[in-house]
């Protein structure tokens, strides 16, 4: 996913305030600790995501193949949505997905493509060692995966309404 979604950054089409921000200041990093921690508390809340999908599995019971398609799946949704919501950090989803990018709808099919594929077909399946899951446990992880980032959307919005 990594490479795809910086592919799909890097034909991004400018956000339409950016000429009205102020530019950088000469004697800041590319890279500071606000930017940074942008980046490293959604994967943490993400893997707290997954790893409470692993737990749930366990205390239902389900199978090692089960819980281990639960949680792939949760990650692949994860950064999906992810890439939805990083498209942007200063407006919301629905007005990022105005903004023409060929290759967003093109890298996402692909990869939830290949997310079924995994899933449902049989030697897929075996080859990765998870089973098939069932409407609810895919439901349950795709819920999982959209709340350990949708977050970032509140975030946005509270930050950026003043």
């Not at 990093?29 to 790893?51: C, D, K, M, Q, Y």
């Not at 967003?104 to 080859?127: D, E, K, Q, R, S």
């Amino acid at each position: 996913m990594g490479p795809t979604c910086s592919i799909v950054y890097e034909n991004e089409p400018i956000e339409k305030d950016a000429m009205k921000r102020p530019p950088r200041k000469m004697t800041d990093t590319f890279l500071n600790i606000r930017e940074l921690s942008i980046s490293i508390v959604p994967g943490l809340i993400i893997t707290a995501g997954v790893l409470f999908i692993y737990q749930y599995a366990i205390a239902e019971g389900y199978s090692e193949q089960t819980t281990r398609g639960m949680v792939f799946t949760a990650m692949i949704f994860a950064n999906v949505f992810l890439c939805l919501v990083n498209r942007s950090f200063v407006f919301s989803v629905f007005e990022s997905l105005r903004n023409r990018n060929k290759l967003f709808p093109v890298v996402i099919g692909i990869t939830l493509a290949l997310l079924f594929a995994i899933l449902y077909v049989p030697a897929c399946a075996a080859f990765f060692k998870v089973d098939s899951l069932s409407l609810r446990q895919l439901c349950y992880s795709v819920l999982v995966a959209a709340v350990s980032v949708f977050w970032f959307e509140v975030y946005k919005w509270l930050r950026y309404r003043r």
